[in-house]
Nanobody
Framework: QVQLVESGGGLVQAGGSLRLSCAAS????????MAWFRQAPGKERQFVAT????????TYTDSVKGRFTISRDNAKNTVYLQMNTLKPEDTAVYYC?????????????WGQGTQVTVSS
């Protein structure tokens, strides 16, 4: 089992920045690929970004490329999502996820989510 706790969400104006954190506990953090997903009201959960076990490989959904950066610190059991140039359409609940396979799907463990609201 892996427990995930997100933090760092909040209200920000369009063009602003936020950094989300996800702290993991339980099984060795470095054994898991990590990802961020988001879910806006009335919409399905959407893949945002993923990072490999070592942090060498990353993948992003097209709408956040060049604005968001995923990173991890295996010594701190934490994955981050730096979000810059935020847009109102980035408003959603953001979820951290852990899984054994690097990619946009197939994650086994999920956090409770953190709300990000971008005002225009």
């Amino acid at each position: 089992q892996v427990q995930l706790v997100e933090s760092g969400g909040g209200l920000v104006q369009a063009g602003g920045s936020l950094r989300l954190s996800c702290a993991a506990s339980g099984r060795p953090f470095s054994s898991y690929a990590m990802a961020w997903f988001r879910q806006a009201p009335g919409k399905e959960r959407q893949f945002v970004a993923t990072i490999s076990l070592s942090g060498v490989r990353t993948t992003y959904t097209d709408s956040v490329k060049g604005r968001f950066t995923i990173s991890r610190d295996n010594a701190k059991n934490t994955v981050y999502l730096q979000m810059n140039t935020l847009k109102p359409e980035d408003t959603a609940v953001y979820y951290c996820a852990a899984g054994l396979v690097f990619g946009p799907s197939g994650y086994d463990y999920w956090g409770q989510g953190t709300q990000v609201t971008v005002s225009s």
